[in-house]
Every structure is written in structure tokens, then in C-alpha cells.
């Protein structure tokens, strides 16, 4: 008999405590989403599947009517069960979803969009099996239910059931219904039983394993996946969330991948363990860090995590992410001294004054009947003024070069990208206001809205790209500083670029001022002076004895330095200019310094 889905609520609802007794009586998680319609399921995320995590706020989603339609309504406790082990168990953070799919992308090569289907594969292994075994649930019943629509689909579906099968001690073909055995499904399905038993304590040890087992049946067949969609309730589960610490590789992603049937793979898994855990200390006493990841490959990676960015919202995260360690500390606010109150006479108290600031001594004895607003009063304090002065972190006006010597920020590491992150999350963290422009020819300019203190603004401006020729925005710098004449916030001009860095000094603007007059101007008007990064040689200077090098790229920025002040940092390399951004924000921003002078 069919069961309506809005007369399964209450069962399930009731279910829920049971089902978080299944892991620990001290299992705590938000009640679950229950949607009586796939309309409504879809509206909160679930497609595709009858149940889904959201790791972003640790939610259990379950479309009802799929739950009728799979004729698995009275498997309330099992089913909530398994996705609470998503939560408490595997996954269990948005952070470690993340991780196993990085770990599975080297053992997934020219399939990598199955990385998240072989993923929730893998950890619905584990909690099935541990939920089976540990807690006595009838998980074989609700499978054999769940998959009964994608019978005999594809050869990874049957080698799926058939692990099942032998975790479960089952029969050949109770779950699967295969007459005929398969020896090479058989011999896998015997290595991911191990598998899955071996790294139960340690999943994400066996997560690229799994994958390397996996891949042949992924690569045999276009229609692999056939049959496993509705397993798929961890398809969606970033969306929304912010992995950490994935702009670099870990060791497991470096390594070579061994086949999970080599003999030496399954030795004691605690000893294993503690060997990676000793391994990982050293690498870290000794302050080394791993490969990093690129743009593009972060952006992939959060992709198949299930969070919904475009490569501008992905490269806005790399960097974010890839500054954070650079940052100059938070700085303290600084108190001013001060002293005890002083008393400064005596005041009326009226009704409506607080009871408490009744000074009962001064008046009973002007009266020793009290009456309130005549003869009581209350004591009035002054206070010292502190001795220290306040200190204000510069503003920043960013310019960062994006012509075609520049490399794009979305698609590979750009160290004048990372170099102005670490600096205006630095600003910003100090208190300061930035404004960041990004250049590159004639009228390809993007600008932050203005001296902004919204981290996600500048970064939006630094991760963008243009490619294209160099002409510096004189227009941009003219007007900034033109409205911020009578501002008494003192700002600082940085220019990230190479020699095409001159084109602010040897070119007109659009009014036909030269660019020599506008920046001298600009930098007067700023009043917190101005420096140019560039990636030129660091004898540039050696050029000066050229016949024509007054009217050169180097020249001109020659003569900026003596007659203009700015402060010229050549930097080798690219690279070179993380290092240039450390000394910069230390000098600038970092309050140990600042208050130090």
C-alpha cells in the first residue's frame, strides 16, 4: 500500500532521534529538511537523488515523494542515518569533501568529471557498512530497493552491489541479480571490500585507492554512471561552503598511486597512520610547503565539489586563500592613559536618573527626609584626557599592470595578483581604504568603486585580465586624487608594472596635460608618497651612460625617482615581488612596526 508523502512527515520526523542514535547518543545535528513535493526538494537543492547533504550548514534534505516512489517509506531510520554519516563521519566538512576529490583526480585521468559520483560512491561504502555492521540497520534491504531501477546498467554498477555482497557476507547475485560471474569484477570487488575495511578509520587514505580500482570501468563505458544517480546525495553538498588549505597540494596528491592489490597496502592501518602523521610533523619542523595548485585547477576542483563559481569567484578565493599567510597581524587599538575619575561637584537627581547614581551621604545630610528632585543629588565626574596620539594606516592607491607581459590571474599563478592581495588584505586588516585599478591600453581600465574597505571589491579588480597593449590610466590617477585634496587621510600611490611603467611620465593625458604634470601633481596631492615595483633589472641604473636614455622606458623612470620622489623597487622576477609586498605591508601596515617609530 502507497503511503502519501505528507503522511510519511511525522514517521520521519519521529525517525530522526533514532537515527542520530545509530552513531552516538551524543549525536547532535539540526532537524531535517523533509519536502513533501520534488518541487519543493528541488527549491532546497535536491535534484537528481531522494536525499542530499548541505555541508555549508549541516542539513539533511529528503524529497518524500522520491522516497514513495522508491517504495522505501519504511526505511525512515536508515535512510536518515546514512546522511547523518555524511556529517559526523565521511565527508564530515566541506574541507575534507574537498580533499578526497583532490585526492582522487590523479587516479581519475581523462574522467575527471566522475570524481565526484566515484567520491560519493566511496564514502556511502563506508557508512553503509559501518551502519550494517555497528548499528544492526537493514542497509542490504534499503540498497537492493534503492538500485532496483538501474539493474544490469553498467559493469561499474554491478561491481558496486557486488562489494556490497561481500562486505555483507550476501549471496552471489542478491543484489546485483548477475547469473554469470564476472572474474575481473569478482577480483575487484574482493580488493574493495579490503579496501573499504582497511581505511574505515582513515577513509581519505583510501579515497585515490578506490579510484585507481574504479577507473577501468569508467573509461570502458560512456554510460558508466548508469543506474547510480540516485545515490548521488553528496552531488551538491559545497554549495555555498569555503574549503581551506586546498591552494596546495598534500603529500598523498605527489605520490605515486599503488594499485590497491599490492600486499604492502594493507599492513596495520594504525601504524600506517602514525608513520604519516610523523612523516607530515617533519616536513612542517622543517617549513616546507607543498606544490601549489593553479587558478584554473582550484577553480576545478570547487567545481566538482559542488559549489556553483565562475572563474572570477574561484580566482577570487585562490588568492584570498594564498595571501592569508603573508598578512600583516591585526593590529591593537591603542588606548589613550587615563586616570581615576574626578569628582567635579554635585547635580540634582530627578526622577528618571538611575537609583545608583544617588549619592546618599551629600544628600541626607541636606535633608534627612529625601525628596526626590530637591534635595537629592548625585555626584558629577570629569575625566583626564589620554597622552597618546592616534595613528591612522595609510590609504593605498593600487595600479597593477595586465597587459600581455602580465600573466592571467584566472587561468595561472600571477605574482603581481598575489603581491597587490597580500597587500590590500594587509591594508584593509590595518584599517585603510584602497582603491585598485587594473590597466592596460588606451581606455582598459577596471577600478574599484571608489577607496573601498570590502576585500571581495579589490580582489575582483586584481584577478581580472586584459592582455592587451600599455598605456598607463592618467585619467584615473588625475581624478582620484583631484577629489581628495582637502581629505586629511593621507594616502600612498603604488604602481605594480614593468618599464611600461614610464608610459605614466613620457605621455599626455586625454586633456593633453603631460603625464609628467599629472603624476607630479597626483603624488603632491596624496600626500603619503609613491613607490614603483617593477620588474625591471636591478642595475637598471647602469643604463644612465646610454646616448639616448633620457627619452627611455628606464629614463623616464630615472627622473621620477630624483625629481619626483618615488621610490623605485626593481624586482628580477615576477616572483621576486611576494617579497616586495612583505617588506611593503611590514613597512606600511604591519602595527609592530608603526609603533616602533
Known amino acids: 500500500m502507497t503511503v502519501a508523502p505528507t503522511k510519511l512527515h511525522k514517521q520521519w520526523s519521529d525517525a ?28 532546497a537543492g535536491l535534484s537528481g537523488s531522494f536525499a542530499m547533504i548541505r555541508l555549508v550548514d549541516q542539513m539533511v534534505v529528503i524529497d518524500l515523494q522520491q522516497v ?27 574541507t575534507d569533501h574537498t580533499r578526497s576529490l583532490a585526492r582522487m583526480l590523479p587516479a581519475l585521468p581523462t574522467v575527471n568529471q566522475h570524481a565526484p559520483l566515484i567520491a560519493n560512491l566511496y564514502t556511502d561504502l563506508l557508512i ?34 557486488r562489494i556490497y555482497e ?15 560471474r564476472d572474474d575481473a569484477i569478482e577480483v575487484d570487488a574482493r580488493l574493495a571490500a579490503r579496501l573499504v575495511r582497511h581505511y574505515a578509520r582513515h577513509w581519505l587514505d583510501g579515497a585515490s585507492r578506490f579510484a585507481v580500482l574504479v577507473l577501468p570501468y569508467l573509461i570502458d563505458q560512456q554510460d558508466a554512471a548508469a543506474g547510480l544517480q540516485p545515490l548521488m546525495d553528496t552531488r551538491h553538498a559545497g554549495v555555498g561552503g569555503q574549503p581551506e588549505g586546498l591552494t596546495e597540494m598534500d603529500q598523498s596528491e605527489l605520490a605515486s598511486l599503488p594499485f590497491p592489490g599490492d600486499d604492502s597496502e594493507f599492513e596495520d592501518a594504525t601504524n ?21 595548485r593553479d587558478p584554473f585547477q582550484y577553480g576545478e576542483l570547487l567545481r566538482l565539489a559542488g559549489m556553483k563559481l565562475d572563474q572570477q569567484q574561484a580566482a577570487i578565493r585562490y588568492y584570498a586563500e594564498r595571501a592569508r599567510p603573508y598578512l600583516v597581524p591585526f593590529p591593537t587599538l591603542p588606548a589613550d592613559q587615563s586616570s581615576d575619575p574626578l569628582p567635579e561637584g554635585l547635580d540634582v537627581w530627578e526622577s528618571g536618573d538611575p537609583m545608583e547614581s544617588i549619592d ?4 541626607l545630610a541636606r535633608s534627612p527626609v529625601p525628596i526626590p528632585g530637591l534635595t537629592t543629588v548625585q555626584r558629577h565626574f570629569g575625566s583626564q584626557p589620554g ?24 587561468a595561472a599563478l600571477s605574482w603581481p595578483a598575489l603581491a597587490g592581495a597580500v597587500i590590500c588584505l594587509s591594508a584593509l586588516r590595518a584599517g585603510a581604504s584602497v582603491q585598485v585599478s587594473l590597466w592596460s591600453g588606451h581606455r582598459q581600465v577596471t577600478t574599484t568603486n571608489g577607496f573601498v574597505r570590502s576585500a571581495d571589491e579589490a580582489l575582483r579588480v586584481l584577478t581580472g585580465y586584459y592582455g592587451g597593449s600599455t598605456q598607463f590610466p592618467l585619467p584615473t590617477l588625475r581624478e582620484t586624487h583631484a577629489q581628495r585634496v582637502r581629505l586629511k587621510r593621507q594616502t600612498h600611490i603604488l604602481q605594480v608594472s614593468d618599464d611600461g611603467a614610464s608610459t605614466m611620465f613620457d605621455t599626455p593625458d586625454e586633456r593633453g596635460v603631460a603625464g609628467w604634470e599629472v603624476c607630479a601633481k597626483a603624488l603632491k596631492q596624496a600626500g603619503g608618497g609613491g613607490t614603483l615595483a617593477l620588474n625591471i633589472p636591478a642595475n637598471w641604473t647602469a643604463r644612465r651612460k646610454e646616448p639616448n636614455f633620457a627619452q627611455s622606458p628606464y629614463g623616464w623612470i630615472w627622473r621620477a625617482q630624483e625629481e619626483q620622489g618615488w621610490l623605485v623597487h626593481p624586482v628580477a622576477t615576477l616572483a621576486d615581488l611576494l617579497g616586495f609586498a612583505l617588506a611593503f605591508t611590514r613597512r606600511h601596515y604591519d602595527p609592530r612596526s608603526r609603533q616602533a617609530e
Open 68 to 94: 514513495v516512489d522508491l517504495h522505501i517509506g519504511d526505511f525512515a531510520v536508515e535512510v536518515l542515518a546514512h546522511e547523518i554519516g555524511h556529517h559526523v563521519y565521511a565527508p564530515a566538512s566541506i
Open 272 to 292: 600506517a597512520k602514525e608513520a604519516a602523521t610523523a612523516a607530515a610533523d617533519k616536513t612542517r619542523s622543517k617549513g616546507s610547503r607543498g606544490q601549489a
Open 128 to 161: 553503509n557498512d559501518r551502519l550494517m555492521r555497528s548499528a544492526g540497520l537493514r542497509m542490504a534491504e534499503l540498497m537492493a530497493l534503492v538500485v532496483r531501477k538501474g539493474e544490469g546498467s553498467s559493469r561499474l554498477w554491478r561491481l558496486y552491489l
Open 387 to 410: 597622552f597618546e596620539r592616534s595613528r591612522k594606516a595609510l590609504d593605498l592607491d593600487l595600479y597593477v599592470d595586465s597587459s600581455g607581459s602580465m600573466p592571467d590571474p584566472r
Open 166 to 180: 561481500l562486505l555483507w557476507g550476501l549471496e552471489h547475485g542478491a543484489l546485483t541479480h548477475a547469473r554469470d
Open 16 to 43: 530522526w532521534g533514532s537515527a542520530l542514535a545509530a552513531w552516538s547518543p551524543y549525536t547532535r545535528l539540526k532537524a531535517p529538511m523533509l519536502c513533501t513535493t520534488s518541487k519543493d526538494a528541488a527549491a
Open 360 to 363: 546618599w551621604r551629600e544628600s
